[in-house]
């Protein structure tokens, strides 16, 4: 059966770049990335974690923990770090899993069940371990995003979707189109008219099903 949205995320067990975890219990009531990559040591994916690194201070003020995943060992990993932090000017802290096993891109639904690294391999082989993972504190896969080899992963667009699964989290409202933080968003069909201003306050009505209101404030 394929991962899909608001699955339970498969818990595991690892050695990564920073010790030894248990998923789950890693994660605790944090909001969650996982980002994979098929090699240590290649090009865009050194920029991605790059990215990673120099974005640590969002991923903090959104309780974010972010978890890489490379099919090479947790030594590799490491050496692969200096490299990461050479380009980005930001220290790589977070944890890169070592799934040589292949556990975690199978668990994922990233390669198939019968998938193995031959000798010799290239990041060819394990291609379709370019995804991303929102899990939320409750566990639950909210988003999943996979990329080929030759398109660098958008941050910021992650970054946002973040943003919009905190904001709509156990509220009846959901984000429209390139939406970001402070814009309106769109009241719940659950609600009616008058059931949707009672809560949000004055609709703009674009359409009887299209009904804008000020993001709710949380916290």
Partial sequence: MALRINDIAPDFAAQTSEGEIRFHDWLGDSYGIIFSHPRDFTPVCTTEFGAVAQLAPEWEK?????????VDSAEDHRKWKRDIEAFAGSPADFAIVDD???TVAKLYDM????AYL?????????????????IGPDKKVRLMLTYPMSVGRNFAEILRAVDAIQ???????????NWV?????IAALSLSDEQ????????????PYLRFVPQPRKG
């Fill in 100 to 102: 040589t096993d292949l």
């Fill in 167 to 177: 904001a709509t989290d156990g509220v009846p409202v959901a984000t429209p189109a």
């Fill in 196 to 207: 949707a201003e009672q809560r949000f306050g004055k609709l703009d009505k674009k359409l």
């Fill in 181 to 185: 933080p402070g814009q309106d968003v």
């Fill in 62 to 70: 959104r309780g974010v923990k972010v978890l890489g995943v490379s």
């Fill in 118 to 134: 031959p000798d010799g391999r290239t990041a060819n082989d394990s291609a379709t371990v370019r995804t991303v993972y929102i």
């Fill in 111 to 114: 390669l198939p069940a019968d």
